[in-house]
């Protein structure tokens, strides 16, 4: 999935549950569950080729960017204090994905990221096509949008 659902997941989690022995085991399992749904995202056809590392890491920077400013944007305007766990929630979210980032653009996989890489793996469905790939992810940010 795109950076934004797994951030804004993480983000809205730790909103409700901010001790971080809840909110960061939740939010990785649930990392886990989104990428078992087939979905698009930036690295959809790396491993391929069919996507070049430059192109991914572009669209990534790109999508990251948005991503900070929606999770502002979702919790500023419900009124949510920004503190430290809203923001830490939003990167547990992502971390499966920012260990993968070695491997997938230095070509480097030191031999403690390798399981957490292979498990990851075992989880991440991609798809090609990108209305069916972006359909559960818009699904998941406007329920967020609802429930924050």
Known sequence: MLSI????????????????ALYIPLTLGIHYLQDW??????????????????TAFVGEIFELGITVALIYYFFDSAGVDLQPH??????????????EFPRNF???????IKPFNKLHGLFHHSTTNIAVGLLPQVFVVGLIWFLK
């Open 5 to 20: 659902p797994h951030s804004l997941t993480g983000a809205f989690i730790a909103s409700k549950l901010p001790h971080p």
């Open 37 to 54: 749904i087939p979905h698009w995202d930036f690295g959809t056809g790396l491993s391929s080729g069919k996507r070049s590392k430059s």
């Open 86 to 99: 809203i923001w830490l929630g939003a990167l547990t979210g992502i971390a499966p994905d920012l260990i």
């Open 106 to 112: 230095l070509n480097w996989e030191p031999w403690f």
